[in-house]
């Protein structure tokens, strides 16, 4: 470590610093499970150097030009118009100059993270080191250590989860398993492209999925078998989970002739907009369904209105820092699915949420009964130290720590993955550590829990 | 104590815990108001002494079969399925395995305090000594000193309330108060039964309760007598308070031959679902009225879905642990009956939420204003450590102290009565000895608010 | 100092605290921006002796009342009843022997604080020294150093606004401007007594504002006019900021001729309630369209539920603490002004909130996001220790530091603006002394963190 402080996140107590840090201590080497994520299985099966620092950090995450965006910045500067061809460098030094930006944010974290224990820069960024920084990165990026596999396997990770389409060829997970590379780089089953009407391009895509399955997609029966077998291609290819990433958490439970029906009304372009959540509504059931035969561990992340500028989307498309969260129910949205299958053991559906005011409301009390639910770790925005904090505050007493499923790092910044996996580690071993120095646990039992939370308790909900 | 630790709950900080211990030291041996609960009057009309360990903390304990059967194991492996006979040492030793379970939450603290207080167990709960404490736990429950008078004057306990339906004939507080045994255990009003349209045999319990008044029932002032009747039955064994357990915290107040009319719908059962909320809603606003009359505290439990999971309803019936939270509007929903009694200062109309943020958004604004408005402690899912912090955080800078009402064990486990009132004692000596160490707050204010919150405001709110 | 802590509101922990105290003693003596406010300017334009103790600190002061009221108390032994004559220092007796009922609130250390630091008083207010604060505080409010110019140049006060209808003549700005006293004490524009339909008499607010510009305020392009004329007129003395206290946040963007044609009818007192609200959302987004045009900062409180209380509203009128927050959605509300202006950089749009759920769900991703948000500070019920300790932990890691714009003291009470600006400076010292405790920030970064949340961010926010 260089600039970095090795007590960096650990309560400033002195004895549940000192608790935290044994804990610490005991699984900071164990492995990375990374279960939910955005990296490339592309990077890894060319493994082709990564390009310059502004194309590795700042242009496709959507946390760093959201804030520069905030502040008046505009898209071109940032690098980001299309048209524009700003020079990276000249980007990267707007980035330098704007970092005190980030000061209390995550982001600010992991990247310095990275700079420090990957880059090794012994100083924080600012202006009048962009240069340095530049050049810095740009030399290592070019070595073979920074090579993606060199930096997988130097990462000590175990599993790698991408998130893809079910109209992807996975060409590029099928070529890793062929190579000698025994990387476990696993693909998950991201079907909204599919199972939303209001996706661009339904029409199209189910077609297109008809096309790839050797199935009759037009009809429902049709359109239910063309999921199935995808479900089956990715799980040849490692899958263990399904994502689905829905307005709502709304859930439906229609019988064959009403879905079948419903269907055809979405697929001829007649459905109204309440129809069309009801078909959403009515897939998350389907796919718990499927879910139940085919063992795939279900993720459901409702809750954001996606899009919500539409000068930023008509300019950079989805996902590009415009997607706000929304006041989120869930007891009521998802009891169609839970009446059917929430007593389910062998079931695992894991729920997120972007509204914490449900943490201790709904989602504790409903995963601390149903057999079939647990809690994903606190996701998007709450992916950050006081986030945790209250994740772990607000659902603990009432669901326990085994109705969770350890930690996420749902990043498509792949040099982020170490950074973030140590922030969470941190911050658990901060919060058992504080339970334990208030004699709230023993210490033994919160040894025993800083395992589970790093490494067991994930690969038991995702069957890793 | 044995391995329980003496300063469990307090913070860790020297300074603060130091202030904290002082506070509760002045306050631990305070004897105990129990002004809400659910322990039963047979219990300590008939003196027999308790069952063995397992239908004594497991069996009735829905914090603990909600747990369990959330990770999977089936309610007849529980013991809870009615038809099976599992051996109740063979259900110990089950839930002793799965101990670790309950790490972090306030089920395994009040269970750990039973454990080494009562029965002076050594060591934590474990499939190791599952037999050990069986045994241990059997041998002391058939012994004099274990018998529920005995434990009763043993916890220090000044009154003990239970919670009864309007159709109960309290035969069990009448012959404790016959008997020489001079031990405060009084009834509290709970007319759910009688007053909303959708409980179970509604028309039926209305029949009943006429015929138990000597009022004609079928007619709305009919109707009121027998509810007005009940009251003072219940007021002449003790009873000081009402208690309502409404889906949400809807008031009405309607004319009183608007009111007559919905009634004649509801008996008819011609009642749709808004009318039948309607009518809960004006039954809150008839019972401020005669609690105006008769004085007894009234209070609100609004917010939770009853029985969201119809397998565990059929199988176990109501309060199974499968009542989940609900989003609650208070400042539309109580305006109403606001409007007409919330400016008298001598009723006491004490609200609860299973939605916490409505603490510091409605609640402590609405009890910082109205004289008839108190805050109920942190009810069910928040009676726990972060769940008690987060009450005194929200509530204490708009609603101050003094709208609060002290503590609420709100329990059916007679032996975790002591361990749940040490710990909010220990809870708010914490948060009173952090104010006092931030200087935000002089510690004889916080040695008068100890005593406050432990004994005089329950006293008060509850007029006991 | 007296009575009060040199050390209050630091956390507990030893080395937290010492970081807080050296960031506060660089921020400590950094001149008051007051940037949102409700004093009074005629105070400073007249330069009068404040009259008893009773008639500045109880009877303006809501936070005060409410709570006397809230447990019992009268509005006429508080001294409110109009027609009543109750004698000022038997109403302080009374205060005084309540005073206990403020422990742990804001209220009781921002009076504390000016009882110490501006009056001299060596103990705790309470029943037993009431009249000696009494004699005391009325012999200072006698002096010259007492009069309003005078605690203005000593309170250090750069920058005071207050709060005006666009019907108010400002004669009193005026007066201060032409006087030879030169402070700045800006007006700000807060029109939702003619923009609000449902505002007590709009339509002759209207009027009046037609004969004040010399508009046809009776059609929509006039009653524009008009609006912008007295904007102008405000600029003219300083105005840098517009508020608005909406019910919701509720923004509309209609084209000219369906604007025009709802103006109609809200004229005729036609508009149903829907169209009321509709109205008042389209008259945000024109607020909007005139601040980029005319540079006025746009302020938005939604949220409170005004007059909750029928019977206090009959008796005090408004804003007599009887507003309650209620559940307030931004995502959808806010997104026909932000799809039309919220890419602006050039316009500043400050949101506030009474539902703190809305910080890390809504607010801070929002403000995160577009250029034109900014969050304003914790507002009213959260004005207040723990309310500023949420406010960051909620919005940092989201929206930064850069997107909040400092502290607003939002007051009546001029004699209380030193101890809240002084409560805002050392919460934001303690929250930056925890980061760097915990390494998460370095002390560098604190420190100019430290100076820019006490004034750097509040000037450029409100362009003083």
Redesign the interface.
């Known amino acids: 470590m260089n600039f970095?402080?090795e007590?960096?996140?650990?309560?400033?107590?002195?004895?549940?610093r000192a608790i935290a840090k044994r804990l610490y201590a005991s699984i900071q080497h164990l492995p990375i499970l990374s279960p939910h994520g955005h990296t490339d299985a592309r990077w890894f099966a060319e493994d082709l150097a990564f390009p310059n620092p502004t194309e590795l950090f700042i242009l496709p995450d959507h946390y760093v030009h959201?804030?520069l965006?905030?502040?008046?910045i505009s898209l071109e500067d940032i690098g980001l118009d299309k048209d524009a061809t700003r020079d990276p460098q000249e980007v990267w030094r707007l980035f330098a100059a704007h970092y005190?930006?980030?000061?209390?944010?995550?982001t600010q974290?992991w990247l310095d993270h990275a700079f420090d224990e990957l880059f090794g820069m012994t100083e924080?960024l600012s202006a009048k080191n962009a240069d340095l920084y530049y050049e810095a990165i740009s030399t290592k990026l070019a070595s073979a250590e920074f090579r993606p596999r060199a930096l997988f396997d130097r990462f000590h990770i175990e599993v790698l989860t991408t998130t893809n389409s079910p109209l992807e060829a996975l060409e590029h997970h099928a070529a890793i398993r062929a190579s000698t590379w025994k990387a476990r780089i696993l693909p998950t089953f991201r079907p909204d492209s599919v199972v939303d009407p209001e996706f661009a391009g339904f029409r199209e895509n189910i077609a297109r999925l008809g096309e790839m399955t050797g199935e009759d997609t037009s009809h429902w029966q049709g359109y239910l078998r063309s999921l199935e077998q995808t479900r089956q291609r990715f799980k040849d290819l490692g899958c263990t989970a399904t994502d689905h990433g829905h307005p709502t958490a709304g859930t439906a439970d229609l019988n064959s002739s009403a879905a079948e029906s419903l269907y055809g009304k979405v697929v001829a372009k007649e459905a109204t907009a309440m129809e069309q959540e009801l078909f959403r509504a009515q897939m998350l059931t389907e796919m718990a369904r499927m879910s139940l035969n085919d063992g795939l561990t279900m993720q459901i992340h409702p809750g954001s209105?996606r899009n919500?500028?539409?000068?930023?989307y008509r300019r950079l498309g989805r996902d590009a820092?415009?997607?706000?969260?929304?006041?989120t129910?869930y007891?009521?949205a998802l009891?169609p699915l839970?009446?059917r299958y929430?007593?389910e053991?062998s079931l695992t559906i894991i729920l997120f949420t972007?509204?914490?005011?449900a943490y201790?409301?709904?989602l504790?009390?409903?995963?601390?009964?149903?057999?079939a639910?647990r809690l994903g770790p606190p996701w998007w925005?709450?992916d950050?130290?006081?986030?945790m904090s209250?994740f772990r505050?607000?659902t603990?007493?009432?669901?326990?720590?085994?109705?969770t499923v350890g930690f996420n790092d749902d990043t498509r910044a792949f040099l982020s993955i170490p950074g973030r996996h140590d922030m969470a580690r941190r911050m658990d071993c901060g919060f058992l550590g504080?339970?334990v120095?208030?004699?709230?646990?023993?210490e033994d039992?919160a040894q025993?829990?800083a395992v589970d939370l790093t490494y067991n308790l994930a690969r038991k909900a995702y069957k890793l």
């Open positions: 970095l402080h007590d960096r996140l650990f309560p400033a107590d002195i004895d549940t959201r804030m965006y905030s502040q008046g005190y930006l980030f000061r209390g944010t995550p974290m924080r209105f919500h500028n539409p000068f930023v820092g415009a997607d706000i969260p929304t006041a129910d007891v009521h009891q839970l009446n929430g007593n053991p972007l509204d914490e005011s201790s409301r709904e504790a009390p409903m995963a601390g009964h149903y057999p639910l925005f709450f950050s130290p006081e986030g209250r505050e607000c603990t007493e009432t669901a326990g720590f085994y109705n504080r339970l120095a208030e004699h709230r646990l023993d039992e025993e829990l």
